[in-house]
């Protein structure tokens, strides 16, 4: 039963469409990551799943709540991270979020709060002003302040944008830590390697939704299987004899490395490895071809609207 949907979610701002027609579901528990260049409406589509903004166009619905009618209730049962979370500076970290926690008149403010400082690692420092904070520290105040209501629905926006790489690591650590608890997270981030640790499935929208599938499912629809053998040396006898191959349908040869494309990979490989040794060529390692996160990102964004992908 998902989570969070929308049907035909759209949003203009005068003449420019931020968002056009965004229909996708998100599974209870599920990680999400949501990616796309800047200016392709990742925020604005936050924006408008947590009620902060009105759709000009379908709707959302959050845990079987419209994000357009009841936000007091909408916003009990998600926590929202933004990309730029302000505080009050000249206040100590523990009356910041005692003041959130007083919006939730449901819970034990005081147990809460000491819950998730100690939870981010922030309780030894409660009493220090939050201007004096780090970025990483103020980062780590506001997913405590996202959590500190313990919402099923957590969305974030670039959690780790501009963080040292040992703060970065420490709030992915959180959000694993979350996932793992079972909620759910609509994750926005720029960050490819982020995304695929994290996530289950991939969104990838530019205005409109370009794709929606697992990281490894969208490697298959986009990029053909392909068998990279690494050899000893070149020889021009191993190339005619992998050449001769009926199940090749195409082989690149880069120095001692032969990329080949199968008709079946797993049923090939050992007549494509075979083939090799009798032409006396010695094979040091045979793998199959990894496109990272990155080539799948960016073949979406920059396909032209009709191409295959």
Not at 295 to 301: A, F, G
Request: hydrophobic share 40%; net charge negative.
């Amino acid at each position: 039963m998902p989570i969070i949907e929308t049907f035909g979610l759209s949003k203009a701002f005068k003449d420019t469409v931020a968002v056009a027609d965004l229909t996708l579901s998100v599974e209870k528990g599920e990680v999400l990551g949501f990616l796309g260049p800047n200016g392709a409406g990742k925020t604005t589509t936050i924006r408008m799943l947590a009620g902060m903004i009105a759709p000009t166009g379908g709707y959302a619905v959050v845990n079987g709540i419209r994000t357009d009618g009841n936000l007091e209730k909408l916003h009990e049962i998600i926590g929202l991270l933004t990309e730029s979370p302000g505080f009050y500076e000249n206040l100590t970290a523990l009356v910041n979020l005692e003041y959130y926690a007083g919006f939730y008149p449901c819970i034990d403010a005081a147990t809460q709060v000491e819950k998730y400082l100690r939870l981010v690692g922030l309780w030894e420092h409660r009493e220090k002003r939050t201007g004096a904070y780090s970025k990483g520290m103020k980062q780590r105040l506001a997913i405590a302040r996202a959590l500190v209501h313990e919402p099923d629905v957590l969305f974030l926006d670039e959690p780790t944008a501009g963080l040292d790489p040992e703060s970065a690591r420490e709030v992915r650590g959180l959000i694993g830590r979350f996932s793992e608890e079972g909620r759910t997270i609509f994750l926005s981030t720029h960050n490819l390697n982020e995304a695929e640790q994290l996530c289950n499935r991939i969104a990838v929208i530019n205005t409109r939704l370009l794709a929606l599938d697992a990281p490894e499912q969208l490697r298959r629809r986009l990029f053909r299987r392909q068998v990279v053998v690494q050899l000893q040396k070149a020889d021009n006898r191993v190339t005619a004899a992998v050449k001769r191959l009926a199940f090749v349908q195409e082989l690149r040869e880069d120095g001692v490395q032969l990329t080949v494309e199968l008709t079946d990979p797993e049923r090939n490989r050992p007549g494509l490895v075979r083939a090799i040794v009798e032409a006396g060529g010695e094979v040091i390692a045979v793998n199959e071809k990894q496109y990272p996160l990155e080539d799948v990102y960016l073949k979406l964004v920059h396909e032209e609207p009709g191409d295959d992908a």
